[in-house]
């Protein structure tokens, strides 16, 4: 497997504009994880599914910020409208019962 | 709620040990672990250990785990350059191991 594909690598929007972050995890892996990085706040956990259902969404931070996962093999995680404060590293991270939390290489968001 | 706290950064000389230190809140922690992180990388598992064991060797990294004091530890013994990177400790206190809270990550350079 390829592992856990995020896209794109890079981001950079200006203030205002609609920011959509997207992830394929591991082919059987049935928990899917959105994680923010930051220097300031370090790795937070914004929202996780399992089964493609959200199961915690107490890490988003406003109503800015919502996510899907239409299927076994994809999500999103969309920021509308994006502001300065939200230039992170975003992560996807996948696992299962019987394999513990792969992370993708992350997607870095500048928002100008 | 769960806390994790490790040293920001720890500086060694190759072929010296590393030991990387963090502690834990959560008594109902279940899993363990130990992710590093390179420049511009997602995070990588590295290696976790069970709430009952004490101790887990995988070649040259050693953990141990101070169930006690809430005590964890990543010693890499014969420390390379390429092993200067973030480590992240995360603890789960679910039974599938799929929750992690993460510690800051402690920054380790191996001075040539």
């Known amino acids: 497997d390829a592992g856990v594909i995020q896209s794109p690598r890079h981001e950079v929007t200006e203030m205002g504009q609609e920011v959509t972050l997207r992830c394929k995890p591991i082919s059987g892996h049935d928990y899917l994880f959105w994680y923010r990085q930051t220097m300031m706040r370090g790795l937070e956990l914004l929202i996780y599914f399992n089964n493609n259902v959200p199961i915690d969404d107490s890490g988003m931070p406003e109503d800015r910020f919502s996510a899907k996962m239409p299927n076994a093999s994809f999500s999103t995680l969309k920021i509308q409208p994006s502001e300065p404060r939200d230039s992170a590293v975003y992560f996807c991270?996948?696992?299962?019962?019987?394999?513990?939390?792969?992370f993708g290489s992350g997607t870095q968001l500048s928002v100008l | 709620g769960e806390d994790v706290e490790q040293s920001l950064f720890l500086s060694v000389r190759e072929g010296d040990s590393s030991v990387i230190n963090c502690t834990y809140t959560?008594?109902?922690?279940?899993?363990l672990y130990w992710y590093k992180q390179e420049p511009g990388a997602g995070l990588q598992l590295l290696t976790y250990i069970f709430s009952n064991m004490d101790m887990k060797q995988d070649q040259r990294l050693t953990v141990l785990l101070n169930k006690k004091d809430k005590h964890l530890s990543l010693r890499i013994a014969d420390t390379q350059t390429g092993d200067s990177a973030i480590y992240f400790c995360?603890?789960?206190?679910?039974?599938?191991?799929?929750?992690?809270?993460f510690g800051g990550g402690t920054r380790l350079m191996v001075k040539p």
């Open positions: 991270a996948s696992s299962s019962l019987y394999e513990k939390l792969f």
């Open positions: 995360a603890e789960s206190a679910d039974n599938a191991g799929n929750m992690l809270t």
């Open positions: 959560d008594s109902s922690s279940t899993y």
